[in-house]
């Protein structure tokens, strides 16, 4: 099931780059499968299969355009979300209802005496590096665009004095949590105070939602801080599961992404269309 999720994301990425090379062309079906090197039918397939909708449906959640729609029609503020809690349709977040940062003592000693396991695991998204320490998951980052050696190396980053073990026991039982829901999981975040606010206020927006830099920085208190709220974004150490891909520029833009731009439109376009399908 994960492998075949994870192949669905190679199509999927394909298929993004050609629709946003022909942004205005409205790209026909055959036109988009031929782009993936499938034939209609089997594209149609796999399409269905991985978000729900016709891949004519989902071209428009692939456009800077639908983004400008998501904040003119779908974006709430942060302290109203609070109120109303984490949408539980097709979300993962109810899962991680309990997760704990490292106390400023620990975050200052930078994982040393901590062992942390790792392995490469298949994702609807490609392949991911998922971190776990016995306190939880540590890290889950992105290769397909950057690659291993980058991913590997910026995750490590994240714990300079710890001990890295690869480890595919003690990591599989977090995987199977978190991308077939079976059973709970628990998160263990490394990050500065100012850091872990930004990721407390991103685990606020419902799914199919989007909030911007702006409005973080006004939720946590500190309305000028929209280019300290842009660098914590980037160093979540648990994309998607702390939904740092719903943050977008106040134009509507997507703006960045640490693990590439692909990856954020691919997240934002599967939670968008199967919200939209549930």
Not at 64 to 87: I, M, P, Q, V, Y
Not at 103 to 114: S, V
Not at 207 to 221: C, D, L, M, P, Q
Request: proline share 5%; aromatic share 10%; with cysteine.
């Amino acid at each position: 099931m994960i492998e075949t999720a994870s192949y669905h994301y190679g199509v999927m990425a394909r298929a993004i780059d050609y629709i946003g090379e022909s942004v205005g062309e409205q790209p026909t079906l055959e036109d988009v499968a031929a782009a993936t090197g499938l034939s209609p039918a089997h594209f149609q397939r796999v399409f269905s299969q991985w978000v729900g909708v016709s891949p004519k449906r989902y071209q428009q959640y692939l456009t800077l355009d639908h983004a400008k729609s998501l904040l003119a029609n779908r974006f709430t503020l942060l302290d109203t979300a609070a109120e109303t809690g984490l949408s539980g349709t097709g979300r993962l977040h109810d899962l991680f209802l309990r997760w704990e940062a490292m106390t400023p003592g620990e975050y200052a000693l930078g994982g040393a005496e901590l062992e942390i396991a790792w392995d490469w695991v298949e994702t609807p998204f490609g392949e991911a590096l998922l971190m776990v320490t016995d306190r939880g998951i540590a890290g889950l980052g992105f290769s397909a665009e950057t690659g291993r050696d980058a991913t590997l190396a910026d995750m490590k980053s994240r714990w300079p004095k710890a001990e890295f073990v690869q480890d595919g026991v003690r990591v599989v039982p977090y995987a199977k949590a978190l991308f077939e829901g079976a059973g709970e999981a628990r998160l263990h975040l490394i990050g500065a105070p100012f850091q872990i606010k930004v990721w407390e206020a991103l685990l606020r927006i419902p799914t199919g939602h989007v909030t911007t830099y702006s409005e973080i920085a006004g939720a946590i208190g500190n309305p000028k801080a929209v280019r300290a709220v842009g660098t914590a974004v980037g160093r979540n150490p648990v994309s998607w599961l702390i939904p740092c891909h719903r943050a977008l520029r106040k134009s509507g833009g997507l703006g960045g992404y640490h693990w590439g731009l692909p990856v954020k439109r691919a997240m934002l376009a599967w939670e968008a269309a199967r919200l939209e399908a549930g």
